[in-house]
């Protein structure tokens, strides 16, 4: 019996855990206009032990979500420039399948240091 309470302790820890992760990408994605994936990528890979590619994947799934959700509260205020919105969602589109199609290719170690210089630059670019 003390087997199975532990096994469903586990679990509920395991679940809750992940919509923890959630509501955080989320107030992200709510309060910057980001998708979340600077908090689900690395918690998915350092958290919840998922390999960094399929890491992700997943988290790009989870982002689609939470910007249509934003994106209904952010179209009730009238915050949208759809002009910018539309030509920035074809390069989007383009992006996204190419960065799709390059994720199989290129090793993460690579991959965490294009993020890694991606990041030092916007974070420069954001102090000054």
Do not use: H
């Amino acid at each position: 019996m003390n087997f199975i309470v532990q096994e469903n302790l586990e679990r509920w820890c395991k679940m809750f855990k992940k919509v923890v992760i959630g509501i955080l990408a989320g107030m992200i994605c709510g309060l910057f206009g980001t998708g979340g994936g600077m908090i689900l990528v690395p918690s998915f890979v350092y958290m919840l032990k998922l390999e960094p590619k399929k890491a992700r994947a997943t988290s790009i799934f989870c982002m689609l979500v939470m910007v249509i959700t934003s994106s209904f509260f952010y179209y009730k205020s009238n915050f949208i420039d759809w002009k910018i919105g539309a030509l920035c969602a074809i390069g989007g589109i383009i992006g996204g399948y190419l960065g799709a199609k390059i994720l199989k290719k290129v090793p993460d170690y690579i991959l965490k240091i294009i993020l890694i210089c991606f990041l030092i630059y916007v974070s420069y670019n954001m102090l000054f």
